[in-house]
Every structure is written in structure tokens, then in C-alpha cells.
């Protein structure tokens, strides 16, 4: 599989990473241990290099299920996970990036994922309450002690951006990026771009609209993460997404290849991009991520998915 620089880093990402927050079991239905572990496998073995994860998929669910099943190879993979979202005694969450509690989670994590070090360490929200250096520079000290490799940033605006450029080497911004969600075109992708820092989009098809395997029809429970945090299937704004879908079918029924294929394509058509996140919860999903990266749609219909999704 295509490989290429995240950022100005030495880490070189498989085009398509594997996001594991489906391995933390929780909001996302049904998902069995040993389904994801061989779709854990099954990703490796099919030149995916880049796993992705946070101590928030399942309270450290995800984590300690990467590790175990990336145990015998971890020094040719490259996982990626974040601190700053705390879940709280009444299954809430809060978000801290502070000192205190960056110590706190690194131990963590690497106690979850056990291993030594991680590749990538990324702030997963800015909590506005924590100045920007005082989270820099102690994932510096990290970074100096071999517990980290490069830091990343999530979910970041450009200013905030520019600050914590100010105090550590970043190396790569992790943000929601498809073809229904192009906000971080105005400002934060082109600012990536421009001082080469690595582009990592997630939920790349949308959390499962882009595979076209919904309609005006569909159920969605209460208690799915897309219901709850997604305002792509918010009543009034789903059915003018399912409208644009309809679109982009188009022009995977000329290519002959799923809808999920075109929306991953797509994104490795933009400079930037290192690798895209695309999730999995078994091994037959992790093959269709896969052979997003087997073929490239052409520049005109770039072009054209870039006009009609705006």
C-alpha cells in the first residue's frame, strides 16, 4: 500500500489508517471482540500501518484491544492515540488538557496499549481552560523521555494551531473531513498544507451516511454516537445529506465501485492528506477501506465531487 511523510515527521502512514473506535464496544451496536481483532489483523496484513485510537473509545476499551492484538509487530506499525476527554462518575465526559492530567493518561495508555512508547500523541479537543503552552510543553517532556514520539493535535482551529506551534514541533492536525463535512477547507486544511503539517481526516464517509446504506426510512437508536454527536443526521439536515448521496452515487455506479470507495478516494486526492481514518468493525469493512487506495478517480470527477458536495 501507498505510504506517505506525516508532515515533516519520519513517520511514513499507510494511505489508509484503521480507526478503532469501534473497539471500544460501546454506542456503536453490536461489535464482538474477535471480529475486530481480526479485523485488526486483517488490516496489518493488508499494508495498513496506521492505528488510530483514544482512551474515550469505551473507557480504554479500544486501546488495550489494539495493543494486544498489535503486541507481536508493534515496532512496524504505528499507532496514534489521544488524551483530554475524561469520562466523569456519571458516565459524562469533560474535556482537560492540563498538565496533571496528561501525566495522568499517558501512563495510561501505554499500560492499555502495553508498549513503551507511542508514535503519535494527540491533543484530542482543546479544553479552553488549559493555555495552549502549559499543554505543549509537557508533551515536550515526553517527547524527551522516549514516552512519545511526535505530537498531534485534534480538532484544533488555526489559531490554536499557531499557538502550540509556538512551544512544541506538531506534526499533524486530525480533524472531520468528507464530502458532506468540508468546513476545514476555509481555513484549517489549507493552513496544514501550507506549513506542512500532515492532514489526518476522520469519519471520512460520514459515519456511515457516505456508504449510501441509508434512506429517509432508516432508524437510527438514541443511543447511537451518530445520533448523539452528529449533526449530519440531525432531522431537517439528513434528508438534504441523503439528497447530495444520491449524487455521488453517480459516479460510483460509472466506476463500478461502492459509495464508501468514492468518499475515501476522493480525500487521498487532496496534497495533504497522510492518511485518511476509516473504521471497522470486521474484517469484510476493513477489505472495502482497503481498496479505496487500489485506484483514483479522475481529476474531472474530483472536480466535480468537489462542486456538488459544497
Keep these: 500500500m501507498e505510504k506517505r511523510q506525516l508532515g515533516n515527521s519520519e513517520l511514513y502512514t499507510s494511505v489508509i489508517g ?17 471480529d475486530i481483532v481480526e479485523a485488526i489483523r486483517t488490516a496489518y496484513d493488508h499494508g495498513v500501518n496506521f492505528f488510530d485510537t483514544a482512551p474515550f473509545y469505551g473507557y480504554g476499551e479500544s486501546e488495550r484491544i489494539l495493543g494486544k492484538t498489535l503486541k ?4 512496524k506499525v504505528i499507532i496514534a492515540t489521544k488524551f483530554g476527554i475524561v469520562w466523569n462518575d456519571q458516565g459524562g465526559f469533560v474535556m ?22 507511542i508514535d503519535l500523541y494527540q491533543v484530542h479537543w482543546p479544553d479552553h481552560k488549559t493555555p495552549i503552552q502549559e499543554t505543549m510543553e509537557t508533551l515536550n517532556e515526553l517527547v ?13 482551529s488555526v489559531e490554536q494551531m499557531e499557538e502550540a506551534r509556538k512551544y512544541a ?16 477547507e476555509k481555513a484549517e486544511y489549507p493552513y496544514a498544507e501550507r506549513v506542512g503539517m500532515g492532514f489526518i481526516p476522520y469519519s471520512p464517509l460520514a ?3 457516505l456508504t449510501g446504506k441509508f434512506n429517509k ?25 441523503l439528497k447530495k448521496v444520491e449524487r455521488i452515487r453517480t459516479i460510483a455506479d460509472r466506476y463500478q465501485r461502492p459509495m464508501a470507495q468514492v468518499a475515501v478516494n476522493w480525500l487521498l486526492a487532496k496534497p495533504a492528506v497522510a492518511t485518511v481514518i476509516t473504521g ?22 474530483v472536480t466535480a465531487l468537489d462542486s456538488w458536495t459544497v
Aim: net charge neutral; glycine share 8%; aromatic share 10%.
Design 144 to 156: 524527551q523521555s522516549g514516552k512519545v514520539r511526535y505530537i498531534g493535535v485534534s480538532n484544533f
Design 207 to 209: 459515519q456511515g451516511l
Design 217 to 241: 426510512t432508516s432508524h437510527i437508536p438514541e443511543n447511537d454516537v451518530r445520533r448523539l454527536f452528529n449533526p449530519l443526521f440531525k432531522e431537517g439536515e439528513f434528508e438534504e445529506n
Design 72 to 75: 507481536s509487530v508493534r515496532d
Design 18 to 34: 484503521f480507526g478503532a473506535w469501534a473497539a471500544g464496544r460501546s454506542g456503536w451496536g453490536n461489535v464482538e471482540e474477535r
Design 280 to 301: 471497522a468493525k470486521n474484517k469484510e469493512q476493513v477489505m472495502q477501506n482497503v481498496r479505496s487506495a487500489e485506484w483514483k478517480l479522475s481529476s474531472e470527477d
Design 96 to 117: 482537560d488538557v492540563s498538565r496533571k492530567n496528561i501525566l495522568r493518561e499517558i501512563d495510561a495508555s501505554l499500560k492499555n496499549l502495553d508498549t513503551d512508547y
Design 169 to 184: 514541533h506538531v506534526v499533524s492536525l486530525q480533524s472531520p473531513y468528507n464530502l458532506l463535512q468540508r468546513g476545514v
